[in-house]
Structures are given as structure tokens and as C-alpha cells.
């Protein structure tokens, strides 16, 4: 039996809208972009990219050579050598050029996990008047009842700005890495390299510590009193720590040969640095940190073999899994941006015909693309990524 405590006048039939069957269930999963505190992009930067050598050389190299990668634009009929969209690029806004805009887009990516341009409409070409890389750190998404963004909030300190989504274009475009456990957010390097960096930093304290006591491990001041009893006084406690602060603590102390009285004797304890090995755990950490981040361990200085031909193999190993799906994926993100923002279809992509890294494999596959003689014209452009031929008169 069915109890109707209230009854009211029928309500309307709500309409049916096409939508993603899990949207309404995965708009709230997540509120944050990480969900340990440790582990957060302001805490995260601080560590392992301004505290830490390794992890801000493996950031500097990878936004800058992506940064550096010419970029085409082409439609599906010929490329462009010059456009809008790329003049809006090469000067973004009164502030940057193309290297910057993109190398801090680059290094958002990498630290975050999330990159955010910001367009200034005004453009009498449709196109944005202007671009700006925003932090990832100060910006939160909200989702709708669909899962799907409707709206960015920008927070600096108490002011907050809101942008919105719902429009015919959008004022924000969200690069974001892929991140298996959050919705909305992307996972960087950074936090899959943070145990490693941790240990990487610990290291460095460790040494430093241990030279700002000559490379000494501590010890123990031990007292044996001669009437059988091995307390101090609280007087002679006091004393003697009064002592060990003022004379044998400290940089400017290290070394300095220790005076003991009657009943003391001085036992040294803890391993040294040999017999710990921290040496080689802080070379292993930091080769974690470079596989995290996908840079041959040998181009950021790490110990290892580094003869002439494994630096040219890691090189071009870097280039080709690391620094070209980064660009390929962002260029082309941007790329279906900008085109929404202007209304006319083109695609955007790193020219590999001028990466100098990789001119031994491109000559490699012209020869081999030029030598097929049962392929026309068009299908060995096609193969190379190039448009078709122009047609005469159309030129």
C-alpha cells in the first residue's frame, strides 16, 4: 500500500535532452584537484620545482623545447604561411610572445597537470584580440548538472572572477592531462614524482646537515660518576648542554676538538655517509624524477653512460616520446579552440619537418615515401601530413 501524504496539481513533463548517461553522476565526484594536501600544485611547485634541481631542469626542458616547435597551420586544402590565428600567436598579448605564452602554458601543463588560456574577445576577425595563460593554481571548474563545465572561477585572493561557459564560444580553453582518479582535473608528472622528490630533498638536507658538522655523524656524551651513580645533576645537565650549544654546534664549530671532564666519554653513533649510501638513493631518486617526467636521466646530468651516441639516441628519444605528443596534443587542442572561436575550420600541429632532432628520420621517410613509385602525388602528400595539390587556377 502507497501512504500520498500530499497532493498537488500534476506537473509538467520535463523534455528530454540528449546527454551523457553518467554526467549527472560524475559532476560531483571530486571538489579538488587532488585529495591529499601535501600533494597540492602550490606545495608541489614549491618543492620540487623552486627546491628542487632536477625537477626544475626537467620542467625548464620540456616547456622549452616544446615552446621552440614551429608550428603549421593548414585546412583541408592547403597550408597557410600566414593566417590570423597565426599572428594572434606570434604576438599573443602586449606582454609576451609566442615562446613565453606557450613555455608558461607548457609549464602548467607539467607542474598542475591542468593549462588554461584566457581570450579576449575584440577581434575584428573573430578570433581572440588577445591571449593569456592563467594559473592553474587559482582557477577552479564547475560543472553542471550534465558533468560538463559551465563555468570557471578565478581566485585572487578575496576577488574572484567568473567565466562563462554557456556561451557560443568559450572564454576558457582547459588543457588538462589524463587523469584516471578526477573528472575534471589532470594529473602532472609532478605528483607521480613527489615520493621521489621527497627523497631527493631529503638527501640534500641530509648533506648539508652532514657538512655543516664536517661529514660527522652524531654521538652520545655518555657519564660514568665515580660513586656508581650515571645521572648528572640538574646543574651540571644544564651546564653541559649550555657547552655543546655555544662551542661544538654549528657550521662554524665543526671540528672543533671537545674537552671532557671526569666521568664523560664521548661514543659516536649512527651510520656514516658510506654506510648509508645516500649518495647513490639520491642518484636513484633523481633518475625516478626524470622517468616521471620522461627526460633520458643523462640530458639533465644525472651519472650514468653518456657517450656521444647514447646523448644523440636520448635526445631524439626525448623529442619523440616526450616533447612532440606534449605539443601534437596541445597544438591540436588549441587548434579546434581557435577554430570555434573564428568559425573557420583548420587544424594546428608541430612541423616535424623542422625539428633538427628528428631530420635523420624525416629524411629517412621522404626517401622512403619519394621511392614508392605505386603511389601518386596526392597519397604521398597525404602520407606526409601535407594538403592536397592546389588545382590550377585555384591558386
Not at 638527501?203 to 652520545?220: E, H, I, M, T, Y
Request: charged residues 20%; negative net charge; aromatic residues 8%.
Amino acid at each position: 500500500m502507497v501512504f500520498q501524504l500530499f497532493r498537488g496539481p500534476a506537473q509538467p513533463a520535463i523534455p528530454e535532452t540528449k546527454a551523457s548517461a553518467t554526467g549527472p553522476v560524475i559532476a560531483y565526484a571530486s571538489s579538488g584537484r587532488v585529495a591529499w594536501s601535501p600533494r597540492d600544485t602550490v606545495s608541489l611547485t614549491k618543492t620540487g620545482f623552486s627546491g628542487n634541481p632536477v625537477g626544475f631542469r626537467a620542467v625548464k626542458l620540456i616547456a622549452e623545447a616544446a615552446a621552440a616547435l614551429p608550428l603549421v597551420l593548414q585546412d583541408a586544402e592547403r597550408r597557410y604561411d600566414m593566417h590570423p590565428a597565426l599572428s594572434l600567436l606570434t604576438n599573443p598579448n602586449p606582454g609576451q610572445g609566442r615562446a613565453e605564452l606557450l613555455e608558461a602554458l607548457y609549464g602548467q601543463l607539467l607542474l598542475s597537470g591542468d593549462g588554461y588560456l584566457e581570450a579576449v574577445n575584440g577581434g575584428t576577425t573573430g578570433l581572440p584580440f588577445e591571449l593569456h595563460v592563467l594559473r592553474s593554481d587559482r582557477m577552479r571548474l564547475i560543472p553542471g548538472n550534465d558533468g560538463w563545465p559551465v563555468a570557471y572561477e578565478y581566485s585572487v585572493g578575496a576577488r574572484k572572477h567568473r567565466f562563462d561557459m554557456t556561451g557560443e564560444t568559450a572564454p576558457i580553453c582547459h588543457i588538462k592531462s589524463f587523469n584516471p582518479q578526477d573528472d575534471h582535473y589532470g594529473l602532472s608528472p609532478m605528483q607521480a614524482a613527489a615520493q621521489a622528490l621527497d627523497v631527493h630533498n631529503s638527501a640534500s638536507r641530509w648533506s648539508k646537515g652532514l657538512l655543516d658538522n664536517a661529514a660527522r655523524p652524531s654521538g652520545a656524551i655518555v657519564y660514568s660518576g665515580g660513586d656508581g651513580y650515571g645521572t648528572l645533576s640538574p646543574e651540571q645537565y644544564d651546564r653541559l648542554v649550555g657547552e655543546m650549544e655555544a662551542h661544538h654546534m654549528g657550521a662554524r664549530n665543526a671540528g672543533r676538538p671537545m674537552l671532557l671532564e671526569g666521568g664523560l666519554d664521548w661514543k659516536p653513533m649512527g651510520f656514516s655517509p658510506s654506510d648509508m649510501e645516500f649518495h647513490k638513493s639520491k642518484e636513484a631518486a633523481a633518475r625516478e624524477i626524470a622517468v616521471a617526467f620522461g627526460v633520458p636521466p643523462m640530458l639533465l646530468g644525472i651519472p650514468g653512460e653518456a657517450t656521444f651516441a647514447n646523448y644523440q639516441e636520448a635526445h631524439r628519444a626525448f623529442y619523440r616520446l616526450t616533447v612532440l605528443p606534449l605539443a601534437t596534443r596541445v597544438a591540436a587542442t588549441l587548434g579546434t579552440w581557435l577554430s570555434a572561436q573564428s568559425g573557420e575550420a583548420f587544424e594546428l600541429k608541430p612541423d616535424l619537418d623542422q625539428v633538427s632532432a628528428l631530420a635523420a628520420e624525416r629524411d629517412q621517410q621522404w626517401a622512403r615515401v619519394a621511392g614508392a613509385d605505386f603511389l601518386s602525388a596526392e597519397e604521398k602528400r597525404r602520407i606526409l601530413g601535407l594538403p592536397p595539390l592546389a588545382e590550377p587556377g585555384n591558386e
